[in-house]
């Protein structure tokens, strides 16, 4: 697991990657991308990056921090690799590669990408 905990890095047009909770929307993964570089998945709060992973795991890496929405951004910069969140209530999302969405409200409690290119 890679995990690295920073602060102050700027997320420009963080709100365009907004979406519901419950369905969330792909956004360009523009919004982010001087951020969180090649091959991360990175989790962005108020425009400063909380977390980044780069390791293709079998299970769920537990998140700590346990972020929540809203403003809560999670980008996956990989080419390849689909990562997916999972949320306290059980929800599991999938995002696929080169791709950020916006969680607005819930609970995140793991994260794990997959060698699979699709969802």
């Excluded at 996956?76 to 209530?89: F, K, M, W």
Aim: one cysteine or more; proline letters at 8%; charged letters at 15%.
């Amino acid at each position: 697991m890679t995990l690295a905990m920073a602060g102050g890095v700027s997320v420009a047009a963080q709100t365009a990657a907004s979406a519901s909770a419950s369905a969330p929307t792909p956004a360009p993964v523009r919004a982010a991308a001087d951020t969180c570089s090649y091959p991360y998945v990175c989790l962005f709060k108020n425009g400063t990056r909380i977390g980044q992973f780069q390791d293709v795991t079998s299970g769920f890496q537990d998140l700590p921090s346990r972020p929540s929405g809203p403003n809560l951004v999670v980008q996956n910069t990989r080419n390849d690799d689909v990562a997916y969140i999972r949320r306290a209530n059980g929800i599991t999302t999938c995002l696929p590669p080169r791709t950020s969405i916006g969680v607005v409200s819930g609970t995140l409690t793991g994260i794990r990408i997959d060698s699979r290119s699709t969802c």
